[in-house]
């Protein structure tokens, strides 16, 4: 029986040997499977690399490297067509603020100098006789007596326009005191300062005493208020006189600027207007004149009528003299003030200068200093 059964185990085979197992179909394809996975892998590997390793993380108690960082390197400015070399806006800022100057508010002086005059309507001779007085007395401001605008009888020129115009485009400013039938009488300002603002105040008067008035003009000198006063008292009458120089110093009393008061007083040193006018005002001829002070006549001057009154904060006279000049039948005052209370600013240190731009791309620029030239 054993032996019909292992003839019957293996068929076709001899008695006693075994045939090992066969390889069957599903094995081959999972070991192909797993060569082509492989490959595939290796594939990718070559194709994309692995990323560069992590820097080394630092452990308590050791220093990690300090990472290599390369040095910055500026840009250079842009130079676009023409030439022009285009400065980055931070260069530029610093620059500006390279170039700012330290300044100080300062509280300053200035000279002032003033001709008080009775032109006597041009009538003694002519404009451009007066007009070449007022330029070699070199006054910036005058305080001008009977004067005309637009009188027949005298051209019908607006005298006091006529010479703020041929001084250079000055400024003036008209009192009329009087009307005519061919035109207006009165006092006058001329200015080389701009004018701020100008009233004519009347002044006392009795019966049939020619009008007078009081012109006052404020001016603008360098940021500072100057009052300007011309008038012409009576000349007839002591006592008018007394009431028109009591008029007039009310209302300088009530005028905190610092002024002068000229003209045409009618009366002499000593008498009573001129005392109630220099308790309110200095003479500039008493503080600083020198000469003689008389001013009329002007052919033979034997007394003094016509005064450069000042007052009022930071304003002193320096100098006052007649001057012996011809035109009318008065001689002008001329008086030199030295008015405070002018802002000026002191600055140190220099701006920085610009050179000028290359014409040629990479040229060196010039130095600084040739270009802004003397230190202001």
């Given at each position: 029986?054993?032996?019909?059964?292992?003839?019957?185990?293996?068929?076709?085979?001899?008695?006693g040997?075994?045939?090992?197992?066969?390889?069957?179909?599903?094995d081959?394809?999972?070991?192909?499977?797993?060569?082509?996975?492989?490959l595939?892998?290796?594939?990718?590997?070559?194709?994309?690399?692995?990323?560069?390793?992590?820097?080394?993380?630092?452990?308590?108690?050791?220093?990690?490297?300090?990472?290599?960082?390369?040095?910055?390197?500026?840009?250079?400015p842009?130079?676009?067509?023409?030439?022009?070399?285009?400065?980055?806006?931070?260069?530029?800022?610093?620059?500006?603020?390279?170039?700012?100057l330290?300044?100080?508010?300062?509280?300053?002086?200035?000279?002032?100098?003033?001709l008080?005059?009775?032109?006597?309507?041009?009538?003694?001779?002519?404009?451009?006789?007066?007009?070449?007085?007022?330029?070699?007395?070199?006054?910036?401001?005058?305080?001008?007596?009977?004067?005309?605008?637009?009188?027949?009888?005298?051209?019908?020129?607006?005298?006091?326009?006529?010479?703020a115009?041929?001084?250079?485009g000055?400024?003036?400013?008209?009192?009329?005191?009087?009307?005519?039938?061919?035109?207006?009488?009165?006092?006058a300002?001329?200015?080389?300062?701009?004018?701020v603002?100008?009233?004519?105040?009347?002044l006392?008067?009795?019966?049939?005493?020619?009008?007078?008035?009081?012109?006052?003009?404020?001016?603008?000198?360098?940021?500072?208020?100057?009052?300007?006063?011309?008038?012409?008292?009576?000349?007839?009458?002591?006592?008018?006189?007394t009431?028109?120089?009591?008029?007039?110093?009310?209302?300088?009393?009530?005028?905190?600027?610092?002024?002068?008061?000229?003209?045409?007083?009618?009366?002499?040193?000593?008498?009573?207007?001129?005392?109630?006018?220099?308790?309110?005002?200095?003479?500039?001829?008493?503080?600083?004149?020198?000469?003689?002070?008389?001013?009329?006549?002007?052919?033979?001057?034997?007394?003094?009528?016509?005064?450069?009154?000042?007052?009022?904060?930071?304003?002193?006279?320096?100098?006052?003299?007649?001057?012996?000049e011809?035109?009318?039948?008065?001689?002008?005052?001329?008086?030199?003030?030295?008015?405070?209370?002018?802002?000026?600013?002191?600055?140190?240190?220099?701006?920085?200068?610009?050179?000028?731009?290359?014409d040629?791309?990479?040229?060196?620029?010039?130095?600084?200093?040739?270009?802004?030239?003397?230190p202001?």
């Amino acid at each position: 029986m054993e032996e019909q059964d292992e003839q019957e185990e293996r068929p076709g085979g001899r008695a006693g040997r075994r045939q090992g197992p066969a390889v069957s179909s599903l094995d081959l394809v999972v070991t192909l499977v797993a060569v082509v996975v492989v490959l595939a892998g290796l594939s990718f590997a070559l194709i994309f690399p692995p990323d560069a390793p992590e820097p080394p993380v630092a452990h308590e108690g050791r220093r990690a490297p300090a990472a290599v960082t390369p040095p910055q390197v500026a840009a250079d400015p842009v130079v676009p067509e023409g030439g022009e070399v285009v400065v980055p806006p931070l260069a530029m800022e610093a620059e500006r603020q390279s170039a700012q100057l330290v300044c100080q508010a300062l509280i300053g002086t200035t000279e002032l100098t003033a001709l008080a005059y009775n032109i006597k309507s041009a009538r003694a001779g002519s404009l451009e006789r007066l007009l070449g007085v007022m330029q070699r007395s070199g006054a910036e401001v005058l305080l001008l007596q009977e004067v005309d605008n637009r009188r027949r009888s005298t051209g019908s020129v607006d005298q006091a326009a006529w010479f703020a115009e041929r001084l250079g485009g000055w400024n003036s400013a008209f009192g009329r005191n009087v009307t005519f039938g061919d035109g207006l009488y009165g006092t006058a300002v001329v200015s080389k300062y701009p004018i701020v603002s100008s009233v004519n105040t009347p002044l006392p008067n009795i019966g049939r005493a020619q009008p007078r008035g009081l012109l006052h003009v404020v001016i603008d000198i360098e940021g500072v208020e100057v009052s300007l006063y011309s008038t012409h008292l009576d000349n007839t009458s002591a006592n008018i006189r007394t009431q028109q120089a009591s008029r007039i110093s009310s209302i300088l009393a009530a005028d905190p600027r610092p002024k002068l008061l000229g003209g045409d007083m009618n009366t002499w040193p000593g008498s009573g207007p001129e005392q109630i006018l220099t308790s309110r005002l200095s003479d500039s001829f008493v503080d600083a004149g020198s000469g003689s002070g008389p001013t009329h006549p002007a052919s033979r001057p034997r007394t003094r009528i016509d005064y450069l009154l000042y007052g009022g904060p930071d304003l002193t006279a320096t100098s006052s003299a007649v001057m012996s000049e011809g035109g009318s039948d008065h001689l002008p005052v001329r008086s030199v003030f030295t008015l405070g209370g002018i802002k000026t600013e002191k600055c140190s240190g220099e701006p920085k200068s610009k050179s000028k731009k290359s014409d040629k791309a990479g040229e060196p620029e010039e130095p600084a200093q040739e270009e802004s030239g003397t230190p202001q």
